[in-house]
T-cell receptor, first 113, second 113 residues
Framework: AQSVTQPDIHITVSEGASLELRCNYS??????LFWYVQSPGQGLQLLLK??????LVQGIKGFEAEFKRSQSSFNLRKPSVHWSDAAEYFC???????????FGRGTSLIVHP | EPEVTQTPSHQVTQMGQEVILRCVPI?????FYWYRQILGQKVEFLVS????????KSEIFDDQFSVERPDGSNFTLKIRSTKLEDSAMYFC???????????FGQGTRLTVV
């Protein structure tokens, strides 16, 4: 069965600093990978997704993620964090044989001024 | 831009009462989902719905839960007799096809007292 691990429950960064949120998945073949963001009081918004092709994926709001097959990872990055990026970030996996996304537990991003 | 809408945004109910959470998926989507997120925990899959029937459900989705698509636009989740542990954020999602991006609503926060 597919599973997703987000090892960091909370991440605190200063505004303007770079960010990397970790995501590891467990599945034999190449899955479809997603990052969602949940701002306070809001629903889940898709930041970016990887289906195939270029392993570096660009998303909205200046985010990018890199699929690394050898590490079964899909880490989310942003070179310079803004205070408005403070939110909950979820990595999700959709793999062959299932059309139901499996979510990680989420990482809460706190941005200090 | 089309979006998934959920009502109400917040619902407080007494233990043992029935609740119905409502969702309007994106109009040309064919697959519908309910997820829930207990405070501080991961987003968990409850049920998927396609072609007017449940296509998959998790072990969380027991006999207390039911889903319905009463007309061409609404997709509802009913909890027959709520328990304290049903308190969570419930997300509705829809997708155009299987294995494609799911669009999520803003969620309904259910509090059972």
């Amino acid at each position: 069965a597919q599973s997703v691990t987000q090892p960091d429950i909370h991440i605190t960064v200063s505004e303007g600093a770079s960010l990397e949120l970790r995501c590891n998945y467990s599945y034999g073949a190449t899955p479809y990978l997603f990052w969602y963001v949940q701002s306070p009081g809001q629903g889940l918004q898709l930041l970016l997704k990887y289906f195939s092709g270029d392993t570096l994926v660009q998303g909205i709001k200046g985010f990018e993620a890199e699929f690394k097959r050898s590490q079964s990872s899909f880490n989310l990055r942003k070179p310079s964090v803004h205070w408005s990026d403070a939110a909950e970030y979820f990595c999700a996996v959709l793999s062959g044989g299932s059309y139901i996304p499996t979510f990680g537990r989420g990482t809460s991003l706190i941005v200090h001024p | 831009e089309p979006e998934v809408t959920q009502t109400p945004s917040h619902q407080v109910t007494q233990m043992g009462q029935e609740v119905i959470l409502r969702c309007v998926p994106i109009s040309n989507h064919l697959y519908f989902y309910w997820y829930r997120q207990i405070l501080g925990q991961k987003v968990e899959f409850l049920v998927s719905f396609y072609n007017n029937e449940i296509s998959e459900k998790s072990e969380i989705f027991d006999d207390q839960f039911s889903v319905e698509r009463p007309d061409g636009s609404n997709f509802t989740l009913k909890i027959r007799s709520t328990k304290l542990e049903d308190s969570a954020m419930y997300f509705c999602a829809s997708s155009e096809q299987d294995s494609t991006e799911a669009f999520f609503g803003q969620g309904t926060r259910l509090t059972v007292v």
